[in-house]
Every structure is written in structure tokens, then in C-alpha cells.
């Protein structure tokens, strides 16, 4: 990882630590849900928050204005990963090689925890001072339908209609449209936030707003092909549970080999639609990165 990725990693932990030190209480009875507030947020690769800084700074940003930003998102990253690990969600048992949160501290407490850093994501960007008041509502009505029924709490929905759907398989197209809103919608979200959060321009808004799409589709594809591969099982999450448990994925539909290509293809548009704003090399760097994970 290059100095300047490392330097958006130091800044998001550090707006992560002082919004759940603001917002958490410090009385004994509530001591150990806030551990496990801390324990739900911390680690992971912080992609999302990259993928906020580098876009922003695409378009012209600083790195201030969009720290909110790209808090707000890790947050609801990872209140989303709380709940998809639930018994009536994935019921897994590791995320990011650790227990999940259910196991570490109960379920009832996983749920709170869960609650919490969602709505911990419009309070940091509805009290960011970097930002005037106008741009704040947009940021967080961004998320907010990024988030919600028509996007990835939406995409759970078609999830969980698919397994209790008996061995009628998704098509290719319905596949596509569970996972754009259950992954993707937030992806592509850090792009559309971090370009109100720079004020760009209707043009640079669309490129920006393309290329997180784009890369949503190919994050997942990815994610679906590492999954199954046992050199490079996804450490994310239980790898390889999602086929034992018999949930559809762009492998078992295509076949590993094509679902690669597919792959590459939404890389490549990602990277075209990159090319087209002011300041792409950081992003172009990203990107790269990300293509080339193993885990």
C-alpha cells in the first residue's frame, strides 16, 4: 500500500474513534456493548473509505471534506456485516477471521450493535462542520437510499427470497439486479457521496457515479470467484459457505472461468469511466489494488 492510501487509513480510524468516543455512553452497565461497538467496527481493509478518498480526490476534493465521508460509510458497512452474520440472516460464525459479533457477544447484543452504527453513519454526517448544511442533507439522503429498500437492505430482501425460493435458479439478470443493491448500492455510493462532498460537476458526477457501479459489479463477481478458489478464500467471511449453503452466485451461474472475464469486463469499465475525471490516479492506483487482491 502506497503512503497516500495509508494516510486515508490513518484518517478514517481516526474520525471512527472520536464519533464512538462522542456518541457512545461511558457508564458501567453499558461497558461491554460499547466494546462490542469497537470489536464490530475495527479492522477490514477500509476499501470503502478509499474508495471515497481517492474519488474525491479525483474531482478536486481535500481529504477534510470528505472524511465524514468515508466514516459514514465504514459505519454502515459494518453495521450491514453485523446484521448479514444474524442466525436469521447467513448465520456465520467469522468475519474477518474473528468471531463474529453474535458469537463474540450475544445475539441480542449484535442486533443493538448492529442499530447503533447505522444510525451513528447520518450523525456523523449530519454534524460535520467541514461541510455547510445544504450538502449535508444531500449526503445523507445519498446514503440513506443507498441503504435502505431499494438498495442494500433491499438487495437482502432478494436474497433471502432466493434461498426460500425452492431450486427455481436467479437468472443472470436477477443475480445481477440482488447484488447491485446488496454490495454494490453502497460502492457506488461512496463515489455519488464523495462527489456532492467535492461539489463536482454534473459531468464528473456521472463518470463518478458509472465507475462506482461498475466496480460494484466486479468487486462482487470477485468476491464470488475468491470465495471458491482454496488458494484464495475470502477471509471475510466462513470461505466457501456460500456454495455448502447453496446460494446462487455469478459461479455457479457462469462457471469460474467466465465469471472472471465477466469480472475484468466491469474492471475495465470502471477504469474507462475513471478516465474521464480530472485527477484519476489515485483512483486508477485503487482500482488496481483491488483487482488484484487474492483475499
Known amino acids: 500500500m502506497t503512503a497516500e492510501p495509508q494516510a486515508w487509513v490513518t484518517r478514517v480510524e481516526r474520525a471512527l474513534r472520536q464519533a464512538l468516543a462522542r456518541s457512545t455512553p461511558d457508564d458501567e452497565a453499558s461497558r461491554r456493548f460499547v466494546e462490542a461497538l469497537g470489536y464490530a467496527s475495527a479492522g477490514g481493509k477500509r476499501l470503502r473509505a478509499l474508495m471515497v478518498y481517492a474519488s474525491g480526490g479525483a474531482v478536486g476534493a481535500t481529504a477534510e471534506r470528505l472524511d465524514a465521508v468515508a466514516a459514514a460509510v465504514e459505519f454502515t458497512h459494518a453495521y450491514s456485516l453485523v446484521h ?11 468475519r474477518r477471521g474473528q468471531p463474529t459479533v453474535h458469537k463474540a457477544f450475544g445475539e441480542a447484543t449484535a442486533i443493538l450493535v448492529g442499530d447503533t452504527l447505522n444510525t451513528l453513519a447520518f450523525e456523523v454526517l449530519a454534524a460535520d462542520e ?8 444531500r449526503l445523507v439522503a445519498c446514503l440513506a437510499a443507498a441503504a435502505g429498500a431499494r438498495g442494500m437492505v433491499g ?3 432478494l436474497d433471502l427470497a432466493a434461498q ?4 427455481t435458479p436467479l437468472t443472470l439478470e436477477a443475480l445481477t439486479t440482488l447484488h447491485h443493491r446488496k454490495t454494490g448500492a453502497l460502492i457506488q ?38 470465495d471458491v478458489d482454496a488458494n484464495t478464500a475470502e477471509l471475510g467471511k466462513t470461505a466457501g459457505k456460500d456454495a455448502r449453503d ?17 469480472a475484468n469486463i466491469a474492471f475495465d ?14 483512483l486508477l492506483d485503487l482500482m488496481d489494488t483491488i483487482r488484484q487482491r487474492r483475499h
Not at 204 to 222: F, K, P, V, W
Not at 246 to 262: E, I, N, P
Request: with cysteine; net charge negative.
Open 84 to 94: 448479514d452474520d444474524l442466525p436469521a440472516m447467513d448465520n456465520d460464525d467469522l
Open 130 to 137: 467541514a461541510l455547510d448544511a445544504d450538502t449535508r442533507i
Open 155 to 157: 438487495g437482502q430482501v
Open 164 to 167: 426460500t425460493g425452492g431450486d
Open 189 to 226: 455510493t461512496c463515489f455519488d457521496m464523495a462527489g456532492i462532498a467535492a461539489a463536482a460537476s454534473p459531468t464528473e458526477q456521472n463518470a463518478l457515479s458509472a465507475c462506482g457501479a461498475a466496480l460494484g459489479l466486479a468487486y462482487q463477481i470477485q468476491d464470488d470467484v475468491l
Open 246 to 262: 447453496g446460494k446462487q452466485t455469478f459461479v455457479s451461474l457462469l462457471g469460474l472461468a467466465a465469471a472472471r472475464d465477466r
Open 269 to 282: 469499465r470502471a477504469q474507462d469511466a475513471a478516465q474521464r475525471l480530472r485527477q484519476p490516479a489515485a
